[in-house]
């Protein structure tokens, strides 16, 4: 089946490909477009995810450059034209022969403009994610340069997923790791949830319908609040949550872990 970019993306994204055209040259291998835009439609606080792929790592001054640029292509959540950009970059001899866990040239986001501004720079770094990141992209994508993923990228052994899953709930432990960011984290763990249970992969929505009818009532509320404010039917208050908000995400740390076979951590005292 053909598939298509949503019409209201359109623009911005050929903008965002003139600035990767820009930057990357003709070390650009493919860019591939993935994520809410094709996984059950892009919703309010929906981002544009860009997977883009270089034939060699990028050096610290095209890195920074790309990134500063990127910045007049993407609008903070919230903003009425345009949406937020979350953009990762990929060197193909990085995942080729594959490995675990792989290692990205650049991850570009709207968390991190504050950062940018002020001049700081995350390097090339390893990265679990990539192991989701690739298997979204080879499930659902459209190439909007080079090979289609499924040609291009390598499959990722089902274990390397299991193992990234597990290591982003790790990443979880106590409120200062989910401030800030508590709608997002509790709709992550409902995709991680699905995911460990089913074995594919659910838009937020979706997924957080399905553990609702596995979450006890106690749980529940956290959840709907996060869905509706994702699909923009209220408000975010989240937050005003927090203890509800912890309980919930060591409830589902316990039961994903049991499901990917691996102990979840708990601080002390929780």
Request: hydrophobic content about 45%; proline content about 6%.
């Given at each position: 089946?053909?598939?298509?970019?949503?019409?209201?993306?359109?623009?911005?994204?050929?903008?965002?490909?003139?600035?990767?055209?820009?930057?990357?040259?003709?070390?650009?291998?493919?860019?591939?477009?993935?994520?809410?835009?094709?996984?059950g439609?892009?919703?309010?606080?929906?981002?544009?995810?860009?997977?883009?792929?270089?034939?060699?790592?990028?050096?610290?001054?095209?890195?920074?450059?790309?990134?500063?640029?990127?910045?007049?292509?993407?609008?903070?959540?919230?903003?009425?034209?345009?949406?937020?950009?979350?953009?990762?970059?990929?060197?193909?001899?990085?995942?080729?022969?594959?490995?675990?866990?792989?290692?990205?040239?650049?991850?570009?986001?709207?968390?991190?403009?504050?950062?940018?501004?002020?001049?700081?720079f995350?390097?090339?770094?390893?990265?679990?994610?990539?192991?989701?990141?690739?298997?979204?992209?080879?499930?659902?994508?459209?190439?909007?340069?080079?090979?289609?993923?499924?040609?291009?990228?390598?499959?990722?052994?089902?274990?390397?997923?299991?193992?990234?899953?597990?290591?982003?709930?790790?990443?979880?432990?106590?409120?200062?790791?989910?401030?800030?960011?508590?709608?997002?984290?509790?709709?992550?763990?409902?995709?991680?949830?699905?995911?460990a249970?089913?074995?594919?992969?659910?838009?937020?929505?979706?997924?957080?319908?399905?553990?609702?009818?596995?979450?006890?009532?106690?749980?529940?509320?956290?959840?709907?609040?996060?869905?509706?404010?994702?699909?923009?039917?209220?408000?975010?208050?989240?937050?005003?949550?927090?203890?509800?908000?912890a309980?919930?995400?060591?409830?589902?740390?316990?039961?994903?872990?049991?499901?990917?076979?691996?102990?979840?951590?708990?601080?002390?005292g929780?």
């Open positions: 089946m053909l598939k298509h970019i949503p019409a209201e993306i359109v623009e911005q994204v050929d903008h965002a490909l003139v600035v990767l055209d820009r930057h990357l040259g003709n070390r650009l291998q493919a860019i591939h477009l993935f994520g809410s835009a094709l996984d439609g892009l919703k309010p606080h929906s981002d544009i995810d860009l997977l883009v792929t270089v034939t060699v790592p990028l050096e610290d001054g095209v890195r920074r450059a790309l990134m500063l640029d990127l910045l007049n292509v993407s609008v903070p959540p919230g903003s009425k034209l345009w949406r937020p950009l979350e953009v990762t970059v990929i060197a193909i001899n990085e995942i080729i022969p594959w490995r675990y866990p792989a290692k990205r040239e650049l991850q570009f986001g709207e968390w991190l403009r504050e950062d940018l501004l002020r001049g700081i995350e390097p090339a770094l390893v990265d679990h994610d990539l192991a989701i990141i690739l298997t979204k992209t080879t499930h659902n994508s459209i190439a909007l340069r080079g090979l289609s993923a499924e040609l291009l990228f390598p499959s990722i052994p089902e274990q390397d997923f299991i193992a990234a899953l597990a290591d982003t709930i790790a990443l979880w432990n106590s409120p200062e790791d989910w401030d800030g960011d508590e709608r997002n984290i509790v709709l992550a763990l409902a995709r991680i949830w699905f995911s249970s089913t074995g594919k992969i659910a838009s937020k929505d979706v997924a957080a319908e399905w553990i609702l009818k596995q979450l006890p009532e106690e749980h529940q509320v956290v959840v709907k609040e996060a869905r509706d404010a994702y699909l923009g039917v209220n408000t975010d208050i989240i937050s005003d949550y927090p203890g509800k908000l309980a919930f995400i060591f409830y589902a740390k316990t039961i994903i872990g049991k499901l990917l076979r691996v102990e979840p951590y708990y601080p002390s929780c």
